[in-house]
Nanobody, 124 residues
Framework: QVQLVESGGGSVQAGGSLRLSCAAS????????MGWFRQAPGKEREFVAT????????YYASSVKGRFTISRDNAKNTVYLQMNSLKPEDTAVYCC?????????????????WGQGTQVTVSS
């Protein structure tokens, strides 16, 4: 099993920035892609961003494209989500996830391990 722990959430004003981190532990895994998802109360969990094992491929939800950047440091077993120009509609619990393969994917069913999430609140 893989344990994922997110950090870096908080409350910011619209237009501000936050950087989320997701640290993996519990086992050594090979070639997992990583993703970020978010969920607001009463809403389904939705895709935000994903990155391949190599870090060479990334994909973003249209709602965050140009504002968010996903990156990873495999030596540190950590994936990041830099969030700029935050909007109130970005308010949600953000979760990281580890996929079953090396390729970046936005499909929730491709992810096998999930963190507990970190709260991001953006005020207007």
């Amino acid at each position: 099993q893989v344990q994922l722990v997110e950090s870096g959430g908080g409350s910011v004003q619209a237009g501000g920035s936050l950087r989320l981190s997701c640290a993996a532990s519990g086992r050594t895994f090979r070639g997992y892609a990583m993703g970020w998802f978010r969920q607001a109360p009463g809403k389904e969990r939705e895709f935000v961003a994903t990155i391949s094992w190599s870090g060479l491929s990334t994909y973003y939800a249209s709602s965050v494209k140009g504002r968010f950047t996903i990156s990873r440091d495999n030596a540190k077993n950590t994936v990041y989500l830099q969030m700029n120009s935050l909007k109130p509609e970005d308010t949600a619990v953000y979760c990281c996830a580890a996929g079953s393969g090396s390729y970046a994917t936005q499909a929730k069913y491709e992810y096998k391990y999930w963190g507990q999430g970190t709260q991001v609140t953006v005020s207007s």
